[in-house]
């Protein structure tokens, strides 16, 4: 079974500084997607990037940037130039490539909070 | 405006009493989900649904039904609440799976 793994519980950083969260994903497939969501107090939850497993290159969303490690199953994100309004729990998800499965796996959530 | 209606946004109930949460999509979305949110568990798949009348189970599927009739509902029906199931519930579609979920607001629904 495929499991997503998000080690830091809460983290904080200061505004306009780089923080880097981290995620790992235990899986047996060879073609899969990864997701960082947020969701702010609001609740809403709201993609901020997107990865295909099969593109090598690093999705990148303005200050918002990945490192995928295929080989290490390792999808971390960093956020450049921190906002206030990056405050927010940050979850990372592994996806099934299509086909017959839908299923999609959240990890437990990071708490990101931006301080002034 | 491209959404998913989810309602209703708050519900308390008592052990026992049927409840229905509705979920509706106007994007011609395939895929749809269910999830559940509790404090430090993330968001845990209950069901999904690949297009009309195909459903499969997600990780925590007990104590809880869908049906998928028409391609734009996928209601999450809760035939006996019990308090365990208190909890926040998204409702989540997307074309096809692996593209971007669109979320509903929420459901937070506490069972006495």
């Known amino acids: 079974a495929q499991t997503v793994t998000q080690s830091q519980p809460e983290m904080s950083v200061q505004e306009a500084e780089t923080v880097t969260l981290s995620c790992t994903y235990d899986?047996?497939?060879?073609?899969?997607?990864l997701f960082w969501y947020k969701q702010p107090p609001s609740r809403q939850m709201i993609l901020v990037i997107r990865q295909e497993a099969y593109k090598q290159q690093n999705a990148t969303e303005n200050r918002f940037s990945v490192n995928f490690q295929k080989a290490a199953k390792s999808f971390s994100l960093k956020i450049s130039d921190s906002q206030l309004g990056d405050t927010a729990m940050y979850f990372c998800a592994w996806g099934d490539y299509g086909g017959s499965q839908g299923n999609l796996i959240f990890g437990k959530g990071t708490k990101l909070s931006v301080k002034p | 405006e491209a959404q998913v209606t989810q309602n209703p946004r708050y519900l308390i109930t008592v052990t026992g009493k049927k409840l229905t949460v509705t979920c509706s999509q106007n994007?011609?979305?395939?895929?749809m989900s269910w999830y559940r949110q509790d404090p430090g568990l993330g968001l845990r798949q209950i069901y999904y649904?690949?297009?009309?009348?195909?459903?499969d189970k997600g990780d925590v599927p007990e104590g809880y039904k869908v049906s998928r009739k028409e391609k734009r509902n996928f209601p999450l029906i809760l035939e006996s609440p019990s308090p365990n199931q208190t909890s926040l519930y998204f409702c989540?579609?997307?074309?096809?799976?692996?593209?971007?979920?669109?979320f509903g607001s929420g459901t937070q629904l506490s069972v006495l």
């Open positions: 899986t047996s497939e060879n073609n899969y997607y």
């Open positions: 994007m011609n979305h395939e895929y």
């Open positions: 649904s690949m297009n009309v009348e195909v459903t």
């Open positions: 989540a579609s997307s074309l096809t799976t692996g593209e971007k979920l669109f």
